[in-house]
Structures are given as structure tokens and as C-alpha cells.
């Protein structure tokens, strides 16, 4: 089964890399799809660099919602952030809470049309997940392990990134790689204010009904999700077992 498994994530990738590379090989796959001569492979752009674009987008909003979060979880899971969490707690749900594409609508007049709307969604839509895995990950250490560290002489300071992170590593890395799916698909919004990413070719099959830019454009964003959950389980997989733990998404 595990030899199974990995034949299907290496036949993803392939179809994936070939697909973005040289899409027109499957033009006759789409053709079927479209009506009225429509050209059935995207043809407003190149699907290489707009899944480039798409994937900067997503990586570069993960990065600024693990620092925030990691940070705002390690402050208030402190003595001295305790009486912060539930206002933390409240911050951190506003992605939740409003849809990204209202706070696209909101984003827009500030900052203009771009990128710059499309990462402020994906930021406050990524924070939630990493903020409650860090939560969970730095509450759960045991407290005879925190103990013995005191014992030995270590520092709060020392305890937090010698003992308390590590520990907490696999979990947040779980909270991570669920804000990243989440916005590899969420992220095919912005094309809607003229960031460049896989939503145009979905958007652009929309407007002109061709079923098969709209296949193309969910189907490459499908694999990338595919993937890459694959790619950062892997990762928490090794850290665990560095740490003598059970990986956190093993039960997801």
C-alpha cells in the first residue's frame, strides 16, 4: 500500500509538471469540453507562470500568518499573556468570521487592485489554524518535562526554544499545512481584483462558458493541494519521529 501511495503522488506530480509545462499535449483530452471552436487549452497566459504566481501568493501569506500567529501563541500561552488570549482568540477569527472575498471588497479601496488585497485574505484566513495548533502544541508539553528543565537550571527563554517548540513543532506544523490547502484554493479569489493566479483560468472560463478552461484551472489547483498536504505531512512525520511522537495529522 505504501509503494501504491507513493506511485500515485509521483504520477501527480508528473501529470501536474507536464500539464503546466506543456499543456497543449492535452488538448484533445479538453477539446470534447468546448462548444464553438473555443480553443480548448488556456490561451490568455501561460499556465507555468500563473501557477508560480499562484504559489508565491499562497507561500508568501502562509509566512506572514505563521510568524503572527506563532508569536501571538507563544505571548499569550505566557504569565504575562494570559488575560490577552480571549481578545487574541477574537483577532485571529476575523479571517474566519468575514468571507475572504469581503474583506477583498474592504482591502481594495486601501491598497489598491493586485496582490496586495489577495495576501491581507489569505493572511487573516491563515491565521486561525496556526494560532490554535501553537496554542495546543505549547499548552499540551507536560509539565514534569517543563520541571525538569526548570530543574536544570534553564530559563524561561531556554525552556520556550529548547524544550516548549520543539515539543510543540509537529502540531504547529499541522496548523500550518491546514492554513495552506485552505488557501491554495481560497487564493483563486484574488484573480477577481487582478492578482495573477489560477483564478484566471477559471474566471476566464466562466465568462466565456468553456467548460475547459474551468477543468484546467480547478484540476492544476486540486494537484498543487494534493501535493503539497502530501509534502508537508511528510515533514511532520519526520519530526515526530524525531521526538518520539505521533505525528499530529495521523488522526485527521
Known amino acids: 500500500m505504501r509503494a ?22 492535452f488538448a484533445p483530452v479538453f477539446q470534447p469540453l468546448t462548444t464553438y471552436d473555443a ?12 501557477t508560480l504566481s499562484h504559489l ?33 482568540r477574537s483577532l485571529v477569527n476575523i479571517g474566519q ?4 472575498v469581503a474583506v477583498l471588497a474592504v482591502a481594495v479601496p486601501l491598497v489598491g487592485f493586485g496582490e496586495a488585497p489577495t495576501l491581507i485574505a489569505l493572511f487573516l484566513y491563515g491565521l486561525l489554524p496556526i494560532f490554535e495548533n501553537t496554542l495546543s502544541g505549547l499548552t499540551n508539553v507536560s509539565p514534569l518535562t517543563l520541571e525538569a528543565a526548570k530543574g536544570m537550571g534553564m530559563s524561561a527563554r531556554q525552556r520556550l526554544l529548547g524544550v516548549e517548540l ?6 504547529i506544523l499541522a496548523g500550518i499545512r ?11 479569489i484574488g484573480s477577481t481584483v487582478a492578482a495573477k493566479g489560477l483564478g484566471e483560468v477559471i474566471i476566464a472560463g466562466l465568462q466565456s462558458n468553456n467548460t475547459a478552461f474551468i477543468l484546467q484551472g480547478g484540476l ?3 494537484l498543487l493541494a494534493i501535493l503539497i498536504h502530501d509534502a508537508l505531512m511528510s515533514v511532520e512525520r519526520i519530526v515526530a519521529r524525531r521526538l518520539g511522537q505521533q505525528p499530529a495529522g495521523a488522526a485527521a
Open 4 to 25: 501504491l501511495a507513493i506511485l500515485l503522488r509521483l504520477a501527480a506530480l508528473v501529470l501536474l509538471v507536464t500539464f503546466i509545462a506543456a499543456p497543449n499535449l
Open 39 to 50: 480553443p480548448a487549452i488556456y490561451n490568455q497566459g501561460s499556465l507555468f507562470s500563473l
Open 56 to 88: 508565491a501568493t499562497v507561500f508568501s501569506a502562509a509566512l506572514a500568518s505563521t510568524v503572527v500567529a506563532v508569536l501571538l501563541g507563544i505571548f499569550v500561552t505566557r504569565p504575562s499573556g494570559l488575560e490577552f488570549l480571549p481578545l487574541s
Open 97 to 100: 468570521t468575514f468571507p475572504p
Open 166 to 171: 520543539p515539543l510543540a513543532l509537529p502540531i
Open 178 to 188: 491546514l492554513s495552506v490547502v485552505i488557501n491554495l484554493g481560497t487564493a483563486t
Open 220 to 222: 492544476i489547483v486540486a
